[in-house]
């Protein structure tokens, strides 16, 4: 994991105070610590359980980077200076935290516990009480892909309602309800894209246009703040610029930025679903003996 050095603030955000060069402020977080400490332990401890098994094949050395590799970039995203600079100076820095939750790290981690795999990293108590009967509709509608579209959708777009935005930058516990609501969603949405779950997994074909549909989604809301004034008033009022940006192009950055990664992640993903759908079609073609006449 990467240890943050000084300086460092603790509290619900990071601020830069007397002067301080705003890249140099680290956020002292015990909860997220322990929080991601805790999850490598639980990962480390259930693919060694898996591995010792004889199924290495299914606990793999690349699903191990992949998944801490996703734990270190919540640490960038969550602690670093960009925590600081995302949320007082730059939309487009907050942007890129955002995009950092809930795409880069999800998707990352989301390779690491593909396949089996996750039921060994689950504590075996969270495994019994999700197996109790009480559980099993609301599993079922959370493991819906619809139930995760929705969600998706609405993380994505109302928290950049200026409102709400503001209120959760002056709000520590809405501040932390907003990052952890796009790490819960995008994880969600990428389990369906990747397919990690086996009996919930839709077709490639499905999981492609899926995938195109929160794109459609994300250029939506890019737009949105694409064709408006500059909305939150943290960013107008702040009279250090960072990189000489105004608001005006900081916001444009901002939703240049959700819409070009969203592109990258989400095309690519569809690209490959569809790819991967055709080929499938065409060896079940081949497969079938020509009826001759």
């Known amino acids: 994991m990467i240890a943050p050095l000084l300086p460092l603030q603790s509290g619900g955000h990071a601020h830069a105070a007397g002067g301080a060069d705003p890249w140099s402020v680290w956020a002292f977080e015990p909860v997220v610590l322990l929080v991601l400490g805790a999850l490598a332990v639980l990962y480390a401890r259930g693919w060694w359980r898996l591995r010792s098994r004889g199924r290495g094949d299914l606990a793999t050395i690349w699903r191990a980077f992949a998944f801490y590799a996703g734990l270190n970039i919540l640490v960038i995203a969550l602690l670093s200076p960009l925590h600081n600079i995302a949320y007082n100076y730059l939309l487009s820095a907050h942007m890129v935290q955002h995009m950092m939750l ?37 599993l079922r509608f959370v493991g819906r892909p619809a139930t995760a579209f929705v969600a998706w959708f609405l993380v994505t777009s109302i928290w950049y309602f200026p409102a709400l935005y ?8 809405l501040h932390w309800t907003m990052q952890i609501s796009i790490i819960l ?38 737009k949105f703040l694409f064709l408006r004034d500059p909305m ?16 005006e192009a900081d916001q444009i950055r901002a939703s240049m930025l959700m819409m070009s990664v969203h592109m990258i992640t989400l095309l690519t993903a569809a690209t490959l679903l569809i790819w991967s759908h055709m080929d499938r079609v065409v060896a079940e073609r081949d497969s079938v003996p020509e009826l001759v006449s």
Not at 109 to 126: E, K
């Open 166 to 173: 503001d209120a959760a930058l002056a709000s520590t516990f």
């Open 102 to 138: 809930g795409d880069v790290a999800t998707i990352l981690m989301v390779l690491g516990l593909s396949g089996p795999l996750a039921l060994f990293v689950v504590p075996r108590p969270v495994l019994r009480f999700v197996a109790r009967p009480r559980m099993r509709p609301v």
């Open 232 to 247: 939150y008033d943290i960013y107008i009022n702040q009279p250090e610029r960072i990189f000489g940006l105004s608001p």
């Open 185 to 222: 969603t995008g994880f969600m949405v990428w389990s369906h894209i990747i397919g990690i779950v086996p009996h919930l997994t839709m077709s490639h074909a499905k999981r492609s246009g899926y995938a195109m549909g929160l794109l459609l989604v994300s250029m939506i809301v890019g």
